[in-house]
């Protein structure tokens, strides 16, 4: 944890990291929990299917819907834990046409994959009125999704145990599957046995992760092809794409840098708002910032109280231009405004605290509950639409009969004491970039897209670049891309659609050898 002198929050953590903190004092209560009552030990696995119709860029295509369990065993066969996918394959295309696989989850950990369905890869979104002042009480608006990239890719959405309808069963053991390297191994049974009962061993396979989600698809693409020191046996299956939205790879304390890192950002965000000239664009108060951050900024943190007065005040006068504070706020956090304090600062003339989640999210500063997510002014407005919208989705046209609620975020049973690998609970000490680029080396052929979202406070945009830039993953293999939103990079019409089309032309492109 980073004791910032301006706000005090953790800085450059993934989405809902600073809760396992935060929820340190229900361990005691949850650890022993019993796993979920379930089917018999030879119950045949669930599933729902249906057929549908959809238009996608001014053409009719048909698809079938399959919500399907997939059960996970020891290595004596006992079944330990119940994972659903969501998947939705084109049944209008010639036999034996080869067509590639999306595989998409959500992060948290603990979260479920219904905020990437329904907020961009699925054939049905939530349709909010103002993506950025969402209703927030029913009825919400479901919409065909004709950004969806089911017409150029097939999609299969995985909810690890612990989220959706996923759960762990009597067999198994919190410790197997809440933690990086329990998880990656589990989404990789998954992957593989979506893979053998659908038959799609030589389709060209993809996979799209947000927030912590980055950390598994780092850790899976590592383990996917198998080996003596991963999982033992030869697998032999390997990635055309990794795309990562929001990336969250290194959590570990980064000290000044968390305020260098963060600088184009909350830039970014000061123009959205008009706190800073008139003229400017994200993009190119973003660049200014970046400029700032690796040359006379940075210079003045290295320095510390040897900085002289001068120059500290030189510096503060250029960091308000840039993120729209003022100069003396500035030098009385000693140059120092993390995300957090700038969500507070920013419009505190208005009254409204900023969506670390989103910066262009705002909610009244007073009657704060201090809920590091019911009252984060983007999570707390956008949740309820995307959950109820969902569940009646997936209950109704998808047909699904489950009788146990769907699990969209696991904060206390599984987020509060997740393994990152030096014990549940405990905080991150490894950069999980070092794992996608170990299988970037593998693989000569494994494409990155990066996709970051101007607005997003919580995994910044010089965060996602300075982990890529100092991973040793090859940069001529990887795309970055921005758009005008926050961690959820897709809500909105106009970068919904940006980042759609940039998902269909990574998907579609060749593959290039480095």
């Known amino acids: 944890m980073h004791g910032a002198r301006a706000g005090g929050e953790m800085m450059g953590k993934p989405i809902f990291y600073a809760l396992a903190a935060a929820l340190a004092w229900i361990t005691p209560v949850v650890a022993g929990a019993a796993p979920a009552p379930t089917q018999p030990a030879d119950a045949v696995p669930r599933r729902f299917v249906s057929d549908h119709r959809l238009q996608v860029g001014g053409h009719e295509i048909r698809y079938r819907a ?27 295309l010639p036999r034996g046409t080869v067509r590639p696989v999306m595989f998409v989850f959500n992060g948290g950990p603990g979260s479920a994959s219904l905020w990437l369905q329904m907020g961009l890869v699925g054939p049905k979104r939530i349709a909010f009125g103002d993506p950025v002042k969402p209703e927030t009480v029913p009825p919400f608006a479901v919409v065909d999704n004709d950004d969806t990239p089911l017409d150029v ?176 706020a500035i030098e ?31 909610l009244p500063l007073k009657a704060s509950g201090g809920d590091p997510v019911a ?11 995307f959950v109820a919208s969902f569940n ?6 998808l047909g699904v009969t ?54 997003d406070l919580m995994t910044t945009l010089g965060s996602a670049e300075y982990t890529i830039a100092h991973a040793g993953i090859p940069l001529a293999a990887t795309r970055f891309h921005y758009y005008p939103a926050g961690h959820m990079s897709y809500l909105g019409d106009a970068p919904r659609r940006a980042l759609a089309a940039d998902l269909r032309a990574f998907v579609t492109a060749a593959p290039a050898a480095r």
């Open 392 to 397: 009646g989705y997936e209950r109704g046209e």
């Open 153 to 328: 890719a097939d999609i299969v959405l995985i909810d690890p145990p612990g989220t959706g309808f996923s759960k762990i069963l009597p067999a198994g053991k919190p410790k197997d599957y809440y933690g990086a390297d329990a998880d990656a191994a589990a989404t990789v049974k998954v992957i593989e046995d979506w893979v053998r009962g659908h038959g799609r061993w030589n389709a060209p396979k993809y996979l799209l992760s947000e927030s912590y989600g980055t950390v598994r698809a780092a850790l899976v693409a590592r383990l996917l092809a198998g080996g003596p020191m991963e999982t033992g046996r030869m697998d032999g299956v390997t990635l055309n794409g990794v795309i990562l939205l929001g990336q969250a790879l290194d959590m570990r304390d980064k000290g000044d840098l968390a305020y260098q890192t963060a600088l184009p950002t909350m830039a970014a965000t000061a123009c959205y708002f008009g706190r800073v000239q008139a003229e400017c664009t994200p993009a190119g108060q973003a660049e200014a910032a970046r400029a700032l951050a690796a040359g006379d900024y940075g210079r003045a943190l290295y320095a510390g109280s040897a900085l002289p007065d001068a120059e500290r005040s030189a510096v503060a006068a250029r960091l308000s231009t840039l993120i729209g504070l003022p100069r003396g």
């Open 332 to 362: 009385g956090a000693d140059l120092r405004i993390s995300p957090g304090a700038f969500s507070h600062m920013l419009l505190a003339d208005r009254g409204e605290q900023l969506g670390l989640y989103d910066g262009r999210f705002t």
């Open 375 to 385: 009252d984060d002014p983007a999570m707390g407005q956008y949740v309820p639409g």
């Open 66 to 92: 399959v919500v399907e369990e997939h059960f996970l065993a020891d290595p004596g066969g006992q079944r330990t834990a119940s994972v659903f996918t969501t998947s939705y394959e084109r049944t209008d």
């Open 402 to 455: 489950i009788d146990s609620d769907y699990q969209a975020i696991g904060f206390r049973d599984v987020n509060a004491h997740w393994d990152y690998g030096s014990g549940p609970g405990v905080p991150a000490a490894h950069d999980f970039a070092d794992d996608l680029a170990i299988a970037m080396r593998r693989n000569p052929q494994l494409r990155l897209m990066v996709g970051c979202g101007y607005y």
